[in-house]
């Protein structure tokens, strides 16, 4: 552990690195462990310092939820299409979930309205209005992939799944042969999906994600497209 540092050594002290110090804590040791005294020891300086730059624990957990997001939030810049930059975005928003699984009730439970969050959303907008898609419409879409991931990785967290391998949840996954006897359609459904070869992509997720894109490619009720 680094010695704490005088008043006057905390000028390089930064808000990306208090925050970057809080995930790697929250990781190892999950959300019960953050706390300023905590992040302040991990980083060898006294918890009052770290106000000068995160005002509030609650800002301190909006900044964190922040973190993961923005590690997905460039893809969608970058892609070709909007089609294959929201299909981009949630790839890398489910691995980066994954990745960080003792975070994940923060994202379902905080909106995290962080001026940096504003911005990943506003230069998202911006490549969906440039593809000629109304700013409403593009921002229904944004919510729709983010909510439809972080409500996928949910239920795997549930099921204990974690560590950054993009898997089927458990119960979904590992119905056992004599529970098949009185349903018949779904045992005949059950064994041709376990003969399929693994990809290493939980296909279900995947399934859905197409569908979800296709829909947003068809013509909206007042004819918008």
């Known amino acids: 552990m680094s010695p704490k540092r005088t008043r006057g050594q905390n000028a390089g002290l930064t808000r990306q690195a208090i925050l970057r110090a809080a995930l790697a804590l929250a990781d190892r040791e999950g959300l019960k462990a953050l706390s300023m005294r905590r992040i302040g020891q991990e980083l060898g300086v006294e918890a009052m310092s770290l ?34 930059g929201l299909r981009e975005y949630a790839h890398a928003l489910l691995r980066a979930l994954l990745a960080h699984p003792n975070v994940v009730p923060l994202v379902v439970s905080r909106p995290a309205i962080t001026p940096g969050n504003l911005r990943l959303m506003e230069e998202g907008l911006r490549v969906l ?69 693994s990809s290493g992509t939980d296909r279900r997720f995947v399934f859905a994600l197409e569908a979800m894109l296709r829909g947003f490619g068809e013509p909206s009720e007042s004819g918008e497209p």
């Not at 898609?133 to 795997?156: E, I, K, N, Q, S």
């Not at 099921?159 to 004599?178: F, K, L, N, S």
């Open 51 to 84: 106000y000068q730059h995160v005002g509030s624990k609650d800002a301190l957990l909006d900044g964190l939820v922040e973190q993961v997001v923005t590690q997905a939030a460039p893809l969608l810049t970058e892609a070709v299409s909007w089609q294959e």
């Open 129 to 197: 209005r440039a593809a000629g898609l109304p700013p409403d419409r593009a921002l229904d879409m944004l919510y729709a992939v983010t909510g439809f991931v972080v409500g996928h990785v949910a239920v795997l967290a549930a099921g204990g799944v974690a560590g950054g391998a993009e898997r089927a949840a458990p119960a979904m996954r590992d119905i056992p042969e004599p529970d098949l006897v009185e349903t018949p359609l779904l045992a005949e459904a059950t064994r041709a999906r376990r003969a399929q070869p």
